[in-house]
């Protein structure tokens, strides 16, 4: 007869070690139940601007931005360029964004300078990182902050990953595989309403340039159960490859593991290794991970290695290491006039999207047109419901 302690331990066993296995299940099939929805554009009228992310932060909503001009009374949009900056959205009681006629206002205190500095090295002299031989430190954020820790007194810890983009004025590399930067990004309760958190850096070079992938600068997600953060970093040649880290030790490289030939390992592996790409994480460009819990899956959405159109793609997968499903496109959005007339297509999970048990997913991308021979960027806001 088998003891009660044999039997707790089999049955401990079980459950440990069916938590950390790969979970099976059949793929997720996305739907789209209806039209989509065009339900405004999210603005701060002060600021133009590009590439804008958003993260649920202390009851309301983050965006960090790329490249941002003001703009004058007269809606021209005016130096200095400021490579990245920030903004808050209120939330309503149904945790959804507050309208204001057709537009989402955004507002906060950048007060002209970058959210994530700009360091003495990389022409940090001025807001956009702009050098005197002609050539610019591009200090753009691919993802906004990853929230990892809300603390009882309601401080927010969160990170981001940024690599030290160097460019020439034709937007070209002279670093295609660059250090990556880690800040981090604090968010006070106590702090002046308009005021955005405050960022520091932690490491300039995190992730070593031409050796190690720049794991969080393309993606990054928490674990459904919030212990541990999954980093996605894309090589120049289009490799994709994850780490994971608990969400405590962010700043501790001796606490990451990278998934390799199928494994957990605690060696980084080689930015080149052969056997560190993950098949269909996502469709090449630029997007965000998330975690569904309707769906009880990951999530990427995003757009197409090189597109310049409002075209979002879709892929799921039980778990960050895989297997994702081959992505699939699901909407088309209204491209801008403009050469570049969108980009940077981001889903927004924070939005109250799975809020009274809905399942639907807000999109947002980059749509630039040419307004009285100006190029001016907006951001338009779309509701998606699943199936
Ligand atoms: C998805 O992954 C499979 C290999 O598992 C590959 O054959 C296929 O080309 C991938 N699809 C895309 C769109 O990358
Ligand atoms: C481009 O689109 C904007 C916004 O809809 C519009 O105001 C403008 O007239 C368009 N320009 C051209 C050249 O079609």
Redesign the pocket.
């Given at each position: 007869m088998i003891s009660v302690a044999t039997l707790f331990t089999a049955l401990y066993l079980t459950a440990s070690s069916s938590a950390t296995a790969i979970r099976r299940q059949a793929p997720v099939t996305p739907t789209v139940k209806g039209t989509p929805q065009v339900l405004g554009v999210v603005s701060d009228p002060t600021l133009d601007r590009d590439s804008c992310g958003s993260v649920l932060m202390g009851g309301r909503v983050l965006w960090a931005c790329r490249d941002t001009e003001p703009v004058g009374s007269d809606g021209v949009p005016t130096l200095p360029v400021i490579s990245s900056t920030a903004s808050w959205t209120d939330l309503d009681s149904n945790g959804f964004l507050v309208l204001n006629g057709d537009t989402y206002p955004m507002y906060g205190s950048n007060n002209n300078n970058p959210f994530y500095p700009i360091q003495s090295d990389e022409c940090g002299d001025n807001s956009a990182g702009a050098c005197s031989d002609g050539t610019r430190y591009a200090i753009w954020p691919d993802s906004p902050p990853l929230v990892t820790n809300t603390a009882a007194d309601g401080t927010v810890t969160a990170y981001t990953w940024v690599t030290k983009g160097h460019i020439k004025s034709d937007l070209t590399n002279l670093s295609p595989d660059p250090d990556t930067s880690l800040y981090k990004v604090v968010y006070s309760p106590s702090a002046a309403h308009d005021a955005l958190p405050t960022v520091t850096l932690v490491d300039e070079a995190f992730w070593a340039a031409n050796k190690q992938v720049p794991y969080g600068a393309y993606g990054s997600v928490m674990s459904s159960d919030g212990s541990t953060a999954y980093l996605y970093g894309k090589s120049s040649k289009g490799t994709t490859a994850l780490a994971k880290v608990p969400a405590g030790s962010i700043e501790d490289k001796s606490q990451y593991q990278f998934w390799e030939n199928g494994a957990w390992t605690p060696t980084p592996p080689d930015l080149s290794a052969g056997d560190i790409n993950i098949d269909n994480v996502s469709a090449g460009g630029q997007g965000t991970y998330y975690w569904s819990p309707p769906w009880s899956s990951y999530v990427w959405i995003g757009q197409p290695g090189i597109s310049v159109s409002a075209d979002f793609m879709i892929t799921t997968s039980p778990n960050p290491e895989g297997p994702w499903t081959e992505p699939t496109k699901f909407y088309s959005a209204q491209n801008?006039?403009a050469t570049l007339g969108a980009y940077s297509l981001q889903a927004n999970p924070g939005l109250g999207a799975f809020a009274n048990g809905a399942n639907d997913i807000y999109l947002t991308y980059t749509k630039t047109?040419?307004?009285n021979n100006v190029g001016i960027y907006s951001t338009p806001l779309i509701k998606v419901s699943w199936q």
């Open positions: 801008g006039n047109d040419i307004i």
